[in-house]
């Protein structure tokens, strides 16, 4: 994301406040008035009417809105209406202000203020290029390039635009092999199988871009047709890096019930303790609960035969680091150290977090269900967008850090493509590894065969 990439370093802090900065000027009454409708506290905008934030917006003669602000609203907007209509009605306030300095005494500032449109309108499709993949958006884009500015660098702009999403084909094979390995063949060092997850993770993580997390405020308001994707694409970036966390426990799960002898499995535990504990001391948390919900799956929690056997010391630490409990509280000051070592980075190594994807998905659901999207006057709450932009900057920030470590392809295609039991297969697995212990499993045992009979 190397266009986007610039747009991010440059426009959220610590917090998100859209403050006037010194010699960006103000915002002017433009069409409407709108300036009256937008409500600033301590210099800070906390609301607003939807006219009043889309006036805000546009730049004027003497004046370009911040770059937090662009960020945000462009990024907030689509909660409200869809990319192609804010558009259109960005290129309405344009040209009436263009309308205004072509019959005033201020002609001569026609080409500066073309050149703010343009900047803004850069801006707009470096962060935000999927909304431009919509045909209508496109074609208000071409209208204004004509009407308002009147030069042909949008349509470079234009050709940057990056392509749709492609599915990049299945994740796991449906049938295993002839002579099938298990992980400690392909890899027996937990340090180097963690790296290379990470690698993974930072792969997939980097084919989410802004916009898609929005669709977590958007898809829970019923606003569907409000998308700028089409509807095949729209969530298959979050569903994907979803379904990896999922296959990435279930094949932590198949790799200890698959092993036949006590021993060996013993063994497969501790290395997938070790490889989750190298995982956290990476940052790549999201990894780490993957494994660790492996491990913690019925099927492989009930061999107690096995676990007997474990040095449980290390996986207990790591249990207590995503303790549940206090609203993942362990979690989140691990997170927190992560993230200030990170900006405190001299190394790619230390600049790596990656977080329970799950956990932060949550956090914008909660952020949005706590907080009206509008306040009592009909205002939008500002307020609650600027938060949820600030931190759907940060994940953006943390997707972007290029993995430091060397790529293996042997042991990538093996965490992708490895076959992976289903729930029934990892219980029988688990059941002929260690039998029934207490009625409940000895029903459940007898349920399985009876059923794997009748399919044979």
Known sequence: MPQTSVVFSSILGPSCSGQVQPGMGERGGGAGGGSGDLIFQDGHLISGSLEALMEHLVPTVDYYPDRTYIFTFLLSSRVFMPPHDLLARVGQICVEQKQQLEAGPEKAKLKSFSAKIVQLLKEWTEAFPYDFQDEKAMAELKAITHRVTQCDELQELREKLRPPAVDKGPILKTKPPAAQKDILGVCCDPLVLAQQLTHIELDRVSSIYPEDLMQIVS?????DNH???????????????????NCLSMLVATEVCRVVKKKHRTRMLEFFIDVARECFNIGNFNSMMAIISGMNLSPVARLKKTWSKVKTAKFDVLEHHMDPSSNFCNYRTAL???TQRSQMANSSREKIVIPVFNLFVK????????????????????KKFWEISRQIHEFMTWTQVECPFEKDKKIQSYLLTAPIYSEEALFVASFESEGPENHMEKDSWKTLRTTLLNRA
């Open 227 to 245: 998308r700028c994707r089409g509807d095949l694409t729209k969530t298959y970036s979050l569903e994907a890096y979803d379904n990896w966390f």
């Open 219 to 223: 898809h829970m308001d019923s606003l």
């Open 363 to 382: 956090d914008i659901y909660f952020l949005h269900k706590i907080h009206t999207n509008h306040l009592p006057n009909g205002h939008i709450n500002f």
């Open 336 to 338: 927190q150290g992560a």
